[in-house]
């Protein structure tokens, strides 16, 4: 099984900054692919950032320039820097590492920018 715990959201102006981190634990292995989904209220689930299976990055359009992806391997955890952040950026954001047959998501952790 694998666990994901988000954390680092919060309420921040626009413009601001925020960090988040998901922690994973239990069985990760090199081929796990992880990444970063948000959901804001009334929308889908849309893809943020994440890493390929080859290990290069995908970013949503919307947040390219201003959201960054990285990872410790060494600690199984990704973080999503977010800066210039907007008041559409508010929104639950989910860790997730998927595997050939499953999909892994973290309970979420909320993201809200005022304006």
């Known amino acids: 099984q694998v666990q994901l715990v988000e954390s680092g959201g919060g309420l921040v102006q626009a413009g601001g900054s925020l960090r988040l981190s998901c922690a994973a634990s239990g069985r990760i292995f090199s081929i796990d692919v992880m990444g970063w989904y948000r959901q804001a209220p009334g929308k889908q689930r849309e893809l943020a950032a994440t890493f390929t299976s080859s290990g290069s990055t995908n970013y949503a359009d919307s947040v390219k320039g201003r959201i960054t992806i990285s990872r410790d391997n060494a600690k199984n955890t990704v973080y999503l820097q977010m800066n210039s952040l907007k008041p559409e950026d508010t929104a639950v954001y989910y860790c997730?590492?998927?595997?050939?047959?499953?999909?892994?998501w973290g309970q979420g952790t909320q993201v809200t920018v005022s304006s």
């Open positions: 997730n590492l998927k595997r050939v047959l499953k999909d892994y």
